[in-house]
């Protein structure tokens, strides 16, 4: 029942925390057709299950966009030495006695992750961008109101190309 309101967004937040708190996956939900879903997350739960979760919105004729946030230390692991590593959900811990020793076999495993990611985001006809913690919000709402919009471009700002002089400036004749 839709609700308006001074406190429907702390409404809309508590619901939101208190369905998902033991789960990063996104809850199961009676979607309405032809509507678009989007979803925010690291998505670094087994692939496996993300993968079963998106098929179960898609199979409701939903179309999906997926921001996957990561902070870039979780894409680099920059880490030397005896490292602790603690999962932010479940509180499970690993010691690592030399984090430099994982980092490349780490950094192939999150690149195929996420290339899993891409291949059944393109295979629902469905978005999907990389957002990084150390660049700014705006950036990934831009892109994903341009996914809303149907403009699919990268959305990072890059600088114009220079100018090319017109021909009568560069010495051609006619």
């Excluded at 932010?88 to 992750?113: N, P």
Aim: hydrophobic share 35%.
């Amino acid at each position: 029942m839709p609700s308006t309101g001074r406190y429907v967004s702390r409404k809309i937040a508590e619901v939101l925390l208190s369905e998902t708190a033991d789960d990063s996956l996104p809850p199961p939900a009676r979607l309405n057709r032809f509507s678009e879903c989007i979803l925010f997350s690291d998505f670094l739960e087994p692939i496996e299950d993300t993968v079963a979760r998106f098929h179960e919105i898609a199979s409701q004729g939903v179309r999906g966009h997926l921001v996957q946030i990561l902070d870039p230390a979780e894409e680099t692991l920059p880490y030397s030495g005896r490292t602790e590593f603690e999962a932010s959900e479940g509180g499970d811990t690993m010691i690592a006695g030399r984090a430099e020793d994982l980092r490349d076999k780490y950094r192939k495993r999150i690149e195929r992750h996420r290339l899993d990611l891409q291949e059944v985001a393109r295979q629902l006809g469905w978005s999907f961008v990389l957002h990084h913690t150390d660049r700014p919000a705006e950036e990934v709402l831009l892109a994903v109101h341009g996914q809303l919009a149907g403009q699919e471009r990268d959305y990072r700002y890059r600088p114009g190309r220079a100018a090319t002089a017109p021909a009568a400036e560069t010495g051609a004749r006619s």
